[in-house]
């Protein structure tokens, strides 16, 4: 009968164990449950769901003035007046456990006028608590309004609501607030133009709100502005209805009749979220219908988070991954386990997803409906999750307006094993990336985004990864546009070619060559073990299904599958990070090891002129030569490749339109910086870092500034533009998502208020696209400027020339 409640903790004399058998299971057919060791405190639990929704007793004095009372959901209206019967009878009669007060059915409810009888009742408990027992409250869209700088880490200076868009009542406005574990929306604690005004001002913009539509607020007196002073609700004439107050989208109030019908908003209590908090305790959580189940996420004070939503089943090892249909009721409140990787984390049931987002519609017409960004993660496709804090959506969800979906998918040879059966071909990384894919095709709409406007992004790995998606014929109409940061050079491997060099080893490690069936052999091997053998197989393959050749096919409008325009770079020093250190003064020592190890000609480079020796500030000879050897193996491995892939895709007209970009002023994790080049000096006017003097702007330097997330792990800002430059990234990525083109549009800028986005693409001019007469990039950093492709000869003189892909 009861299908759900927001608050759970109440407190009992002692003593009255009886007592509560008797009311919260007898009355009210709760089951009782036993207390966990670790809850010792609690007098006893009771089960209110099957998706582990509970009451926990606990000894003490109830706090009766309490207006955080329990709210219990009641399936439907037959329920909801066949319980309030029992508890009604139950207080007629006394007794042990009897409730002190009941509203009598029939009657006029006791509590708040928000929502009339029948549509929920009230009564105490024998201790006093105050108990409410309601219908499922039917909101419509909520939207939540906060304006996000990604300076600003929690929400006591910023202004927010949630805005519920369907037209109500008053009295059914602060029903709906108070569904949410909210009241109507008061300025006195801030006022609208600490942030909630640029809010309105953008749904104004977004067609979301009319340019005179009319709010329900708070009714509690305040002394701001208004253009009718005075007491906003008072009798009046007995000829006129009473009057309530509204508020318009520029924060004016206006006095309205209280049975009309306007949006609501409602306050925005929640706190914000960071590294190492996030309260996804009962009064934030909120539910969504997705498909045939029920998920249950959280808001915090910036947007709506379902964290661990699954996407595919447990796939059989080596085997392809398909969308999950899920059903009942399901928490999406922790992040799942990631997919394992060594040396024993995560877990092989792993396919899972996080889902961020402002708004969530409650029609079942959607509308208004949000562009969705689609991230994968890198990790040399080893390692890696889809809940690295780096890579939290929050923050790019809530300041570009769009919905951030992050996808798991399966890592080394658990993920990429290739048998010679003809039907094991690999790339089960793929279908994951796949099966997350149709998932959003699918459902997204339920969380506000558009499924006819998704960008898959990725970084390292993930770049490799949407560079398959791009060429893969089972990724066709599941996204429209993409954006590779810091894509690796890595042509996909003939079939017969991974299985010689790279499956027959791994047979021989585990024992299965000679195994009657391999596949069953290796299905029953121990994961971790399987993962920590001495050969791993972490690569895409042509298998025919997934991926038909050994790169995407740039020279032909026929053949690419998935012709969408492409934000694509680099940042300037990748290899800062990733190259061996050679430990030698010498200039042509230093080549020779590097050519040794990444299979160049060492005499052309040394005998070229254009890899000359790096300087340094500090007369250091070693690193002078790690900033020649870093650049060569840049070049050959990140700038050449992302260089000629971006000129054979514009030379032919294969893809639409790519803008190229190189970072120059990234911000690296500390806990991924071993060669202790990548950061930013420090000064004594700069303690945390100097970004505008020189240091090696290194691999994966470039997330904290894309997901706009510098503030929320935790990194100082070093000279006071690092959250600003984040603004300008999730802008120019945000940007790219709404329109296929990074340019953000003016007034959209303006509604919103980022005036610092704003004065800096004022500065750098327009990001031009790549032309093949004169192909041109993007120079990301403070004061950003379009300039050639970098390093054009010394690529030729490498072997890979800027028409390497192309006719």
Known sequence: MLTGIAHVNLTVPSSTLDEAEAFYSNTLGMKRVPVPALQRDRLAWFDITPNGQQVHIAFGPPNEESSRHPCFRVESQEALLMLQRRVYEHFEAGGKGAPRAADKPGEENSGSKGVEYPSRFFARDYAGNRLEFSLPTRL????????????????????????????????????????????????????????????????????????????????SHWTLQSKHPGPATHPGPPHQAPQCQAMDVNGQIHRVSCNEKLPSLCSQT???????????????????????????????????????????????????????????????????????????????????LNIWTTSLPGSSAKKDLKPVMVYIYGGGFTTGSASNPTNDGGNLAARGDVVVVDIAYRLSTL?????????????????????????VQKYIENF?????????????AGAESVNALIASPKGKDLFHGAIMQSNYYQPYVPLATAINQTTNPILNETGCATAADQLACLQAYNATALLSLKTVFNYPVVDGTYLVSDFIDLNSTTTITNRVPVVM??????????????????????????????????????????????TSSINNATLDVFNTTTRISTDVSFRCFNQFEAYAGVKDGVLPNIWFYEFNRTYQDPAYNPNLVCAAPVTPSHPYGDPSQEYFKCHAGDLANTFGNVARVGFPDRDGLDAKFGQLMTDYWTSFARNLDPNPDLEYLKARGYWNTINQIERSGPWEKVNAAQPRMMELQWNSVMMPFRNVQQCAALGFPLTYLSH
């Open 140 to 219: 419509g869209d909520v939207q939540i309004l906060a304006s996000d700088d990604l300076i600003t880490t929690d929400n006591s200076t910023t202004s927010a609501a949630l805005l519920l868009s369907s037209p109500v009542t008053l009295s059914s406005a602060l029903g709906a607030c108070e569904s949410l574990s909210e009241s109507l929306w008061s300025p006195s604690t801030l006022p609208c133009t600490a942030g909630l005004n640029n809010s309105l001002s953008y749904e104004v913009y977004s067609g979301r709100l009319a340019s005179d539509q009319l709010m329900w607020i708070t009714q």
């Open 270 to 352: 929640a706190p914000a979220s960071n590294i190492t908090y996030a309260d996804n305790s009962p009064p934030y959580q909120i539910s969504q219908s997705v498909g045939s189940q029920i998920l249950v996420g959280y808001r915090d004070f910036l947007t709506f988070r379902f964290m661990g939503v699954r996407f595919a089943a447990e796939p059989e090892r080596f085997t392809y991954s398909s969308v999950y249909e899920g059903t009942g009721t399901n928490d999406a409140l922790e992040p799942a386990p990631e997919c394992l990787t060594l040396p024993n984390n995560g877990s092989t049931d792993c396919l899972f």
């Open 415 to 439: 993920g990429f094993l290739a048998l010679d059966d003809g039907v094991h071909n690999g790339n089960y990384f793929l279908s994951d990336q796949i099966a997350g894919l149709e998932w």
């Open 448 to 460: 506000g985004g558009d499924p006819s406007r998704v960008t898959v992004f990725g970084e390292s």
């Open 569 to 614: 770079g680099v940042n300037r020093d990748e290899e800062g990070v990733l190259g061996t250190v050679y430990p030698t003064t010498n200039l042509v020592t230093g080549i020779d090891d590097l050519a040794a190890a990444d299979h160049l000609n060492a005499s052309s480079i040394i005998n070229s002129d254009l890899f000359p020796l790096g």
